[in-house]
């Protein structure tokens, strides 16, 4: 039997000792609809007929219940096939209506104990084909793990386990990210483009309201718009006075300047109109 360093060991008797032994070729994922601690999964574990071999709390701390090479009962036919092969399983602390995402912690904890189990028994780094495929998986993937056709670990879980927790474990397994403490230190190109695009860094006076932080990227560009309009702005004003000046002493009334003037500035293809609502502080 194999007990995992990262999980605390509660070794549930009698079945630690009298449930047969396993080959583990497989890894199944549970949702248990509630909220419980590790602890708190022991105790309920005392009191009926099943187990798992793994309990993950919120704060991804982890209890063992059984050894990997034990059967455990969460998953049907899965726990254990005539040719001695099994699933290890995990349950893992949920609200009471198994809808709500792991919490980043256990996610981090399952794609530990995935790798872990990847290197200890062998399990291979594919999500189970089919219901005796070696591999990984959630409790509803195959009805022959779930005779009762439960909806565990939820739809949330599921989408996470295919699109984070699965491709971590194989991550982590094949050593492309190793513990997220050792990753490489990024690049300065890297570390530049993450700045630039970082969504609301920066308070844009006269940005709308309904989008008032912009991307320094995005904060350049209307840099540059608003130079455009500055020097738009100031050719129609020398336009205008230049005009203006050719005027004075020629004897002509304020209606023919003002005239004169709105003529100059259309001359100069002018859109006075600026495109900021907000006042400038
Ligand atoms: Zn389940």
């Known amino acids: 039997m194999a007990w995992y360093p990262g999980a605390t060991k509660m070794e549930l008797q009698p079945e630690s000792d009298s449930q047969p032994a396993i080959r583990p070729t497989q890894f199944i994922v549970h949702s248990i609809v509630a909220p419980w601690t590790p602890q708190r999964t022991y105790e309920y574990w005392q009191t009926v007929n099943l187990e798992s071999h793994f309990g993950l709390g919120y704060d991804g701390s982890l209890g063992q219940y059984i050894g990997t090479e034990t059967r455990a009962d969460a998953n049907a036919a899965a726990n254990r096939r005539a040719d001695g092969t099994g699933a290890v399983s995990l349950e893992s602390a949920s609200n009471l209506s198994a809808s709500d995402p792991w919490t980043a912690a256990q996610v981090e904890a399952l794609i530990k104990l995935g790798a872990w189990l990847h290197e200890e028994h062998g399990i291979p780094l594919r999500i189970c084909r089919t219901a005796d495929d070696p591999g990984y998986g959630y409790h509803r993937l195959h009805s022959a793990w779930n005779p009762d056709g439960h909806a565990c670990p939820g739809d949330a879980r599921v989408k996470q386990f295919k699109e984070v ?58 840099i540059l718009k608003r130079i455009d309009m500055v020097r738009t702005a100031e050719a129609a004003q020398t336009a205008a006075i230049t005009k203006l000046a050719g005027l004075v002493g020629s004897g002509v009334d304020t209606a023919a300047v003002v005239a004169a003037v709105k003529a100059a500035i259309a001359d100069a293809v002018v859109r006075v109109a600026v495109d900021v609502t907000g006042p400038h502080n």
Do not use: C, H
């Open 165 to 222: 927790v699965f491709p971590g474990i194989v991550a982590r397994a094949t050593g492309q990210i190793t513990d997220p403490q050792e990753d490489d230190m990024p690049t300065a190109a890297e570390v530049a483009k993450a700045v630039l695009t970082l969504d609301g860094v920066i308070s844009v006076p006269g940005a709308p309201a309904t989008n008032p932080t912009w991307t320094l990227a995005s904060t350049q560009t209307e």
